[in-house]
């Protein structure tokens, strides 16, 4: 017997029992199963969260260093551009400037907020009134303060303040002395979480703050193989498995030319939309939808099937 | 992390392995789960589907 | 015929109540050629859909920083990350299934694009889960998946860093999302009924594949 069936048609040749309801609830049990057991084996991972002050008690030198940074303006989020502040462009796509023309909606600027701001808060007169010569100086004798303050900072390991000899770094030293102060309080965490509401749920502003850092927040990641460069988009802390479906957005930022362009997320994300696109047209891809023909696994899945009909 | 809380059977919180070879590499665990897709794939194909009345 | 044509309840009903017999949505027989483990992988995938959704509704009952102080917290977070990677592991091995099995024919592509679509959607959802550990986990990746959807524009409306927008997408709008493509792609699935075997298939007889 020979059937020519077209395959849009309903089925109306020989069937077999089932029970799809059945079938379900068997699925159910044997997912829930499956799932507790590999609980009980492994649980799942839960690595504290850091704070401004766990960073501040850890690596007090990285965030002087990364608090000079904020005012000079070197840091990655003082330098971002949108959606935070208009300090860059952003990564572009040839002609398209996706990041920049989506706005400034999320404002952020670190100097102010991450730094003057919390210390015009703290009930201590130095630390108000360094904030006050700060806000009053103009922005390229602040840049000179802070410049000169992140290049002396940087020459001494481990120094958290250097003394000014020279008299050129202004309010600085007193402002980044302060603020670890305040960081190692607990205070600087709420400062910057309530800034916005009373009750915060946003939790943007301490954040971008220990991403500058590369000292504390970017080495515990490292240590995780939690890095861009570490494939660490699909890694989890410890030794469970993360997102393995990510594997082939993480596979990009590994190879070049994305791993050394500025524009790599551009890149990548417009990459893997495509990829995403051909794999939903596979079954109009020239080629591709011919591979099931080609490679015939489907011999092996309908074994029977065709067995019966020989 | 609260050792109470972890009450695995078998401790996965310590540093993972990493596999590969120049920029590829994978963590064991992720390592598992990838195979174990590939595994159960070739298990579904050959282990034989046990019969059903036909009609 | 015509005033049936442009009557939009007629017509919602003509797509979807009378595209279907009851037999067909709810079936008690298969066709004889479905018999084989790989067939066992969409309702895997599915039932793996169930338990994200009953272990995460457990989750929310006492919030999400429960699980860090609570050893049954922490439990019902072991099986929503279990259930996580049992739900991709099914549906992986279900999509490389029905690619082999090129089940697109006969105007299955709809189908087929759904599956996608639910893939996708799937992939955003388990990465603001990711978000809302309010551990050193989430944090870190919060600050890494902003880079991404701020290359796009997208961050500027999708924040990563504001955890209390990432707990409201992943516990309504996306699963949300997740189930209705879902219940979109199972209809489309009973309604056409399971993919025949590739040499029954007439359009290949036909040389046009």
């Known amino acids: 017997m020979v059937m020519k069936v077209d395959p849009s048609k309903k089925w109306t040749g020989p069937v077999r029992s089932y029970d799809i309801i059945k079938e379900g609830v068997i699925a159910v049990v044997v997912v829930g199963l499956l799932a507790a057991g590999l609980s009980l084996f492994f649980s799942s991972p839960d690595e504290p969260a850091v704070t401004l002050k766990s960073w501040a008690m850890t690596n007090p030198a990285d965030f002087a260093q990364t608090a000079t940074g904020e005012l000079a303006g070197t840091t990655t989020s003082a330098g971002y551009g949108a959606p935070y502040n208009h300090a860059a462009k952003g990564p572009t796509l040839g002609p398209l400037k996706l990041q920049d023309w989506a706005g400034v909606r999320i404002p952020v600027d670190p100097a102010k907020s991450f730094v003057v701001e919390p210390l015009l808060m703290m009930n201590n007169v130095d630390a108000t009134s360094s904030a006050e010569s700060w806000k009053a100086a103009t922005p390229d004798q602040q840049n000179k303060w802070a410049t000169a303050y992140a290049d002396a900072l940087g020459k001494v390991d481990g120094a958290t303040s250097i003394p000014d000899t020279k008299n050129e770094f202004g309010p600085v030293p007193t402002m980044v002395s302060s603020l670890l102060v305040m960081a190692k309080s607990g205070a600087l965490d709420g400062a910057l979480t309530t800034s916005d509401t009373p009750l915060p749920t946003n939790f943007t502003k301490p954040l971008l703050f220990l991403a500058d850092s590369e000292g504390y927040f970017g080495d515990l990641a490292s240590k995780q193989h939690l890095g861009g460069d570490q494939w660490g988009v699909m890694n989890e802390t410890g030794s469970w498995p993360g997102q393995s479906w990510l594997w082939l957005f993480s596979l990009w930022y590994q190879i070049e030319p994305f791993k050394s362009s500025g524009n790599a997320d551009t890149l990548v994300m417009t990459l893997m939309g495509l990829l995403t696109l051909c794999l939903a047209l596979f079954p109009v891809f020239p080629f591709i939808r011919k591979i099931p023909y080609l490679i015939p696994i489907h011999r092996l899945i309908w074994k029977k099937w065709y067995a019966r009909k020989l | 992390m609260h050792a109470a809380l972890q009450m695995a059977l078998i401790n996965l919180n310590h540093p993972a392995h990493y596999l590969g070879i120049g920029p590829f590499q994978v963590s064991v665990g992720n390592l598992i789960v990838i195979l174990s897709m590939f595994v159960i794939l070739a298990l579904a194909i050959f282990i034989p589907f046990p019969d059903g009345k036909d009609n | ?209």
Do not use: C
């Not at chain 3, 996306?174 to 879902?182: E, K, M, R, T, Y």
């Open chain 3, 1 to 209: 015929m015509s005033s049936s044509q442009k009557n939009w309840t007629a017509r919602l009903r003509k797509s979807t109540l009378e595209s279907m017999e009851p037999q067909d949505l709810l079936p008690d027989t298969q066709p004889a050629y479905v018999a084989s483990w790989i067939y066992v992988f969409g309702v895997l995938t599915l039932a793996s859909l169930i338990m994200l959704i009953a272990t995460g509704l457990v989750l929310t009952l006492e919030g999400p920083a429960w699980w860090h102080g609570s050893s049954v917290g922490h439990f019902w977070n072991s099986m929503h990350l279990w259930s996580v990677e049992l739900f991709f592991v099914f549906m992986v091995v279900h999509l490389w299934g029905k690619f082999w099995m090129a089940a697109w024919r006969g105007k299955r592509t709809a189908t087929w694009v759904t599956g996608v679509i639910a893939f996708m959607a799937s992939i955003v959802t388990a990465l603001t889960g990711y978000l809302i550990q309010t551990n050193f986990d989430s944090q870190w990746i919060a600050t890494e998946a902003k880079d991404g959807f701020n290359a796009m524009g997208i961050g500027a409306f999708f924040n990563t860093l504001n955890t209390g927008q990432a707990i409201l997408l992943h516990v309504a709008l996306l699963p949300l999302a997740v189930g209705i493509i879902v219940v979109w792609h199972i209809l489309l699935v009973r309604r056409k009924g399971v993919v025949p075997p590739i040499d029954n298939d007439a359009t290949l007889e036909g040389g046009a594949f």
